[in-house]
């Protein structure tokens, strides 16, 4: 395996590669160096895990009740042992770079199949997720705005998916981490900026926090769960980060604090990120609740006028949200293409070719299924479940050979996946149904 760019992002092996092919990466693979520092680091995993997700998480609670806000903190705990899970199989074997190389040190070729399928589809669908929601929140904005080209009318929401398309696509064209960490800061403080404005809003333009809600509502339970795991959804961009942070093999070894000792650096990005988020979240799921009860919609910034100042902050702040995240989601699905046919063409012309496409692909389908509620909870349920708790689960019991043995962590291993089956059945069929009734 070529040892791939020192920009330090990425999946350096293709999603596919023969056998030939892997004997030469072994004799030639050494570990690559990445620039990225801590705090950058920090930042592209806040973007990642934060953004989004935030705008539906007050929805979740509405659908599952307040007694739903407990499987939040569920998911979010285990999700965050599960990412633990996949850095412990890339210290097991340093030609180990991206999620696909873990599932293949597990399972073999079939395994890197498996893997790689969930992993793109599922950061497929989250960035053309970002496009539903972009047009969403500018015809709420902007009602009635259209044009007709060739005496055939387009809808001001198709127009707006095709207009942001337009501006994502320079950011994906970056192919430096280093660069993407400083858009990422920006979806950090988008997720701080749109919680504090809707607060604001529900404090002083009249809304308030008087909605009381139910308790818990068993039908709306898997919807509420799925939407809670799109949150998290962010596990097969962590082998990126990972590689990219410069000083690897220091990281290891440097302790934290007193009350962190156990912690090394790629633990604390980690458990920085997943805290920050999962107080967000919960605090805009609370707060939303309150100020909309069962009238909440998919996306909160939908219930929210577009006349007041706090509102219009939260509504042009969200739609800074995907423009930062886009490119993060994306990237190892442009590199694993890019690898696979690296030894083919020159590489600047065709690598823009190959990310414009990627973006243009996404525009097709979000203006084909625009539902962005339900199609956020199918990810959640089917792709973020099995990509973020399952896979990483599996992979370390066949990896650490724990599962030959009794013992408490791999009995909590494997209780997590059939739990997390579970929530793949049941949350996928709601989540079609929910589609086709729309359709």
Not at 340 to 364: D, E, G, Q
Request: proline residues 4%.
């Amino acid at each position: 395996m070529e040892s791939g760019p020192r920009d330090g992002y990425s999946i350096t092996i293709p999603l596919l590669v023969d056998n030939h092919e892997k004997e030469q990466d072994k004799l030639c693979v050494k570990e690559a160096e990445g620039n990225t520092s801590f705090f950058k680091t920090c930042f592209n995993g806040l973007n990642a895990l934060s953004g989004v997700g935030i705008l539906s998480v007050p929805y979740a609670l509405s659908s599952g009740g307040w007694l739903s806000l407990l499987l939040l903190f569920v998911i979010a705990a285990v999700t965050f042992y599960t990412g633990l899970l996949i850095k412990r199989c890339m210290d097991v074997d340093p030609h180990v770079r991206s999620y696909p190389d873990i599932g293949e040190l597990a399972f073999g070729n079939k395994g890197r199949i498996v893997v790689s399928v969930f992993m793109n589809m599922e950061l497929y669908l989250v960035a053309t997720g970002f496009l539903i929601l972009e047009g969403d929140n500018l015809q709420n904005l902007l009602p009635g705005v259209g044009v007709e080209i060739a005496g055939v009318p387009i809808g001001g929401k198709q127009m707006f998916v095709v207009i942001v398309a337009l501006v994502i696509l320079p950011t994906v064209w970056l192919s430096n981490m280093n660069i993407i960490s400083f858009i990422s800061a920006s979806g950090v403080l988008a997720s701080v900026i749109i919680l504090g404005s809707i607060v604001w809003a529900g404090a002083h333009d009249g809304i308030g926090f008087e909605q009381k809600g139910t308790l818990l509502n068993w039908k709306g339970i898997p919807t509420a769960v799925s939407l809670y795991a799109f949150c998290y959804c962010a596990h097969p961009v962590f082998p990126t980060l990972y590689t990219s942070m410069e000083n690897k093999k220091q990281f290891s070894k440097v302790k934290c604090l007193k009350i962190l000792v156990s912690f090394d650096f790629i633990q604390l990005v980690l458990l920085l990120c997943f805290l920050f988020c999962t107080v967000t979240y919960a605090s805009m799921a609370v707060a939303g609740f309150l100020m909309f009860g069962s009238n909440v919609q998919s996306q909160i910034t939908l219930n929210l006028p577009t006349k007041t100042f706090s509102s219009k902050v939260a509504i042009y702040t969200t739609l800074v949200n995907p423009v930062a995240k886009y490119a993060l989601m994306v990237t190892p699905i442009v590199n694993a293409i890019e690898n696979r046919f690296r030894a083919y063409y020159s590489k600047k012309p065709i690598s823009f070719l190959i990310r414009s496409t990627l973006v243009i692909s996404t525009v097709v389908v979000a203006l084909s299924i625009p539902f962005f509620g339900d199609l956020m909870s199918l990810v959640g349920a089917f792709l973020s479940v099995t990509a973020s708790i399952i896979l990483p689960c599996l992979c370390y019991l066949k990896i650490s050979g724990t599962y030959r043995r009794l013992g408490f962590e791999p009995i909590v291993i494997e209780f997590i996946v059939l739990l997390g089956i579970a929530i793949v059945i049941v949350g996928t069929y709601t989540s079609v149904l929910e589609i086709l009734g729309h359709l």
